[in-house]
């Protein structure tokens, strides 16, 4: 019955197991124009177009236009950024393809666009978490709360993550990983999903 915000939707895998398994409103933001249609068509199929609102554009750490560079032309894609020239390990990314797009802060989404605040929050952007998360404590100060993919070989991303997160008053519960980074994807051996919860 709350609100989940999913940011870097992808194809909607989060989005539609909490529309339907949890019965969440789901704000998800997704700006790759490749990812856009896999979403939109995944929500239909699952029913979820009254549930599950679209947002086609960035979270940033403001207002504005920038580029958007991705490292993969494929739907279902991943590895991009927006705004930035480095990817999820902190170096330069391997662009293959950009375009120019709009992105927005966590609480410019709420006070400038009326979005619903959300209660939990999952985050999957690739790199600049950090960025993200730095700019948004009003929102993140009424979460209960929130799944963040980050990079402890990125010590800037590790560290000032965690320091936005600390400040809104969350807890670190849990670091996880799936089997697949577990038994070797090359480079992401230090990449868990962090859960921080309220206190």
């Known amino acids: 019955g709350g609100t989940l915000w999913d940011i870097g939707a992808n194809v909607g895998l989060y989005s539609i ?81 950009a375009f120019q797009t709009f992105g927005v802060s966590m609480d410019q989404a709420v006070s400038v666009l009326h ?32 799944l963040v993919e980050i990079n402890d070989d990125f010590t800037e991303q590790a560290e000032k993550s965690r320091d936005a997160l600390e400040r809104a008053g969350l807890t670190l519960k849990k670091k996880l990983q799936s089997e697949m980074i577990q038994n070797g994807t090359p480079g992401f051996q230090h990449t868990f999903n962090q859960i921080w919860t309220c206190k």
Not at 46 to 53: A, R, S
Not at 76 to 83: E, K, M, N, Q, Y
Not at 117 to 138: A, C, R, S, T, Y
Request: glycine share 8%.
């Open 17 to 97: 197991y909490a529309a339907k398994k949890k019965n969440c409103r789901v704000v998800a933001f997704e700006p790759s124009i490749f990812n856009l249609e896999l979403l939109a068509r995944n929500l239909f199929m699952n029913n979820l177009q009254d549930q599950v609102t679209i947002a086609p554009f960035a979270l940033s750490d403001g207002l504005g236009v920038s580029l958007m560079r991705m490292t993969t032309t494929e739907w279902g894609g991943a590895l991009s950024t927006f705004g930035k020239k480095f990817g999820w390990n902190g170096e330069s990314i391997k662009e293959v393809f």
């Open 115 to 146: 979005l619903p605040p959300p209660n939990f929050i999952k985050m999957d952007v690739d790199g600049i978490e950090h960025f993200i998360l730095q700019n948004g404590p009003d929102v993140l100060s009424t979460i209960q709360g929130i």
